[in-house]
């Protein structure tokens, strides 16, 4: 009886940390989709959200789940102007390119220089907020569960849930999609273009903003924390489908899951190689995903 | 024409000079060792470029060549007692079977695509030597890395108790990988690989095998990586997964092209020693300020080449150049030398 | 009786239910020069596509040089012998006139100035010497249409594909097209050419073959194809002031 308490904890564990995975991905594939450009300052943004989360926590002493009413607006804005004033004009110069990979170096470049700045002003060490959430655990049904995880699981699914609603049913979620299908065609029917393209960077970033406090009562942060968060990122954007939030979604419960059963076996470090080599797989076989057409890429 | 080229030649003899010339004043070891590395950067970021920068594929991955060739030489030099200076090609071997291994199911991705197959190649690759501590016979060190087994003065096996002899293999490295680039850049390869970076449809319809083409230049550019690599670990002495096979050293070398422009001869070069000179100037009069502000300058000196400069340093240089040369920004007076070597 | 160059029979893609070239037969003499007519969509370009190696057949079967290539890479037909141009233009924009041609050039040779001297060749064939050292991507629509036959014709091909090479140009630039293309066929290249400039098409080609829907609905003379019934039908959505001229 305690092993199969044991090995649901671990379930439970490996599909909220996949959620986590899922709703980072999802303003990657929003980003990727729309926009048709790899954001390698993803990664770096979300540990921006994480420290400008911790330290706002540290100096206000605010719930951290309260702090995402002002944290995400504000990566919202901090993605509408980096996309605005950097990427944009990269974006634009590159638009005769055949493979614009202008655009993918200077957001690697970004990353670069967010990740220092938050070394030079935050410092090096390691920091968690610690809040009474953090050591908390709930009992259902004589399972124990980590609390901080519990609720984790539970904001990524209800914000992925609402973002698919909102792209599918809202004016700006058609206005989003349009622009990924044929911006072209986009542009001729009045759409703001260029425009739309800084929302859906701002929304991307947003969405890493609610990540980042779900992650925070029990992850340790870093300057460098945002790296490997990426790279599981694009693996779960290539896994579920270029575009497709459910295959967002469902892709990083799969990711979670791997590595969390994975972890009952053999080291952390060997699961990301085989998360790392399913990638691969999916890469040279089918590249579409679970979710994503076949002429999408 | 005639003055054209003797210009050229008076050029190449003038820097070649200067260069030889240099440790005869600069002798501090850590300056030494400083400018060392900078050669040895311009020398990585053009290797780098035979294959990514000719053929226009983004590799992030790149270190896992250079990992290759240190690590086999390496260890066949600890365990074994061979000699770097034979080891050295048996890793580049390694490294151009890799090459090609990798290369035959991802040439078909696009750009982007590709660039994350050789993320998770590169990344997959430090994790694998972190989690190996022997590799059959061989000692690999896993995550505490491999030290190279000091001989004291030992030229046969590429140890030095001066800086010197360094800075002279780099020098002489440095050469001999821009001749080739330069000879492979006006080969039937070289056009083969800028006609298929434009457009490789338009490539397979006159006659060109695109994925071979792509496959020999890969292989070119992870022979001279892995040798680079060895290089790398005979100089610093110490091999650590991260710093050879990881985003560090893959991310640099694609930088140092970038900033010097991609596709040409001179740019990695040009890349390579001034952003590498600059970043450690930085690092030396200001690195006590703050943790990591060396780098923060050195991302935002990339940022602002790629929205500014996307052609690079040898875009900028190339005006001055041409002046120089006499000759107008076309380089209508030479026909013989490709309008994008920039040399 | 010699064999055709170029032959293709029962040649049919479908693309999962839209059958885009249907059971075509053709065929190619050595030194002639033919037309592929047919309005917009009718698959003319497909069969290019099919001819050349970039699409592969669900059924039938093309022969060049008594050969079967069918299914073959482009880049292996090319070597073959056939060489095409695209319908939009795919010059290497930041390659020199000459190094664009020399690409082609180097299909038979590895050595830079074999390929070199070829390249002059074809430059000087179709009149482009004056822009031999400007960047591909200044020139001009027209320039760029003869960039494209240049590059293919430095690959010494036994036959030329080309597509819709007139489209674009205005009637001075169309008339020194059709003295080139007369040229490139009277010094022994075979011509297979699609287009949609009529007048022109029938002052180069002395066979015709039109295409409908994916299937042939005519073939034969100038004068026979443009008096026919069926191809008048066919083109009365499209141009039918361009066949009654």
Known sequence: ?????????????????????????????????????????????LMLSMMLSYWAWKFTGINPYL????????????????ERFFIKPVLDAQKDVREPIAVLLLTAA??????????????????????????????????????????????????SGGFYLFLQYSELGRKLRSCGQDRNTASLMGINVPNTYAIAFGIGTALLAVAAITLLPFYYVHPTVGGVFMTKAFIVVVLGGLGSVPGALLGGIIIGLIESIGAQYMTATLTTVIVYAIFLLILFIKPSGLFGSRLEW | MDAVKTKKIGLVVLVVGLALVIPMFVTKPYYLHVITMCLLWAYLASSWNLFCGFAGQLSLGHGVFAATGAYVAVMLFNDYNLSP?????????????????????????RGAYYALATVAIGSGAVVLIENTQTLGPFNMGGAEGLIIKLMGNAPAYFQFMTKQPYYYIALIMLIIIVIFAFWLKNSRLGYYLSALKEDPEAAAALGINVRNAKLVAAAYSAFFTAIGGVFYAMLIRYLEPHAIAGPLMSNEM?????????????????????????????????????????????????????????????????????????????????????????? | MSSPLLEVKELTINFGGLIAVNNLDMKVNTGEAIGLIGPNGAGKTSAFNLISGVYKPTHGQVTFNGENITGLPPYIINRKGIGRTFQ?????????????????????????????????????????????????????????????????????????????????????????????????????????????????????????????YGKKIAEGTPQEVTSNPEVIKAYLGDDYEAVNN
């Open chain 2, 254 to 343: 694609v930088f140092l092209a970038v900033v010097g422009g991609t596709g040409t001869v001179l740019g990695p070069v040009l890349g390579g020693i001034t952003l590498h000179a600059i970043s450690e100037v930085i690092q030396f009069y200001f690195g006590h300020l703050a943790q990591g502000l060396h780098l923060f300058i050195y991302g935002l000196i990339v940022v602002f080449m790629i929205m500014f400069k996307p052609q690079g340093i040898i875009e900028i240089l190339q005006k001055y150049y041409n002046r120089f040369l006499g000759i107008s920004d076309r380089g209508e007076e030479d026909n013989d030398v490709k309008s994008t070597s920039g040399s």
């Open chain 1, 67 to 82: 702090l995402i009413v002002i944290i995400a607006p504000l990566m919202f804005v901090v993605g509408y102007v980096t």
């Open chain 1, 1 to 45: 009886m305690m092993y199969k308490m044991e090995s649901l904890s671990v379930i439970v564990n490996g599909i909220s940390m996949g959620a986590i995975y899922g709703l980072i991905a999802l303003g990657l594939t929003l980003i990727f989709g729309i926009m048709k450009i790899i954001n390698f300052a993803h990664g770096a943004l």
């Open chain 1, 110 to 159: 970004l990353a670069i220089v967010l990740e220092n700045l938050s070394l030079m002003v935050f410092g090096g060490d390691y920091v968690m907020a610690k809040t009474t959430v953090t050591d908390a655990t709930l009992v259902f049904g004589g399972v124990t569960l980590s609390a901080a995880r519990f609720y984790a699981l539970l904001i990524a699914v209800v914000v």
């Open chain 2, 85 to 109: 200076w034979i080891g050295m090609f048996i890793g580049a071997g390694a490294a151009v079977l890799l090459s090609i291994l990798i290369g035959y199911p991802t040439f078909k991705l």
């Open chain 3, 88 to 212: 939009v233009v795919k010059p290497f924009g930041s390659m020199t006139v000459l190094e664009n041609v020399m690409v082609g050039g180097f299909v038979h040779t590895s050595k830079r100035s074999q390929a070199r001297e070829i390249a002059m060749q074809v430059i000087e064939q179709v009149d482009l010497k004056r822009k031999i050292n400007s960047l591909a991507k200044s020139l001009t629509l027209a320039d760029r249409k003869r960039l494209e036959v240049a590059k293919a014709l430095a690959t010494q091909p036994k036959i030329l594909l080309l597509d819709e090479v007139l489209a674009g140009l205005n009637p001075t630039e169309i008339e020194e097209s059709v003295k080139m293309i007369k040229n490139i066929n009277s010094s022994g290249i075979s011509i297979l050419m699609i287009e949609h400039v009529l007048q022109a098409t029938m002052a180069i080609c002395n066979h015709i073959v039109v295409l409908d």
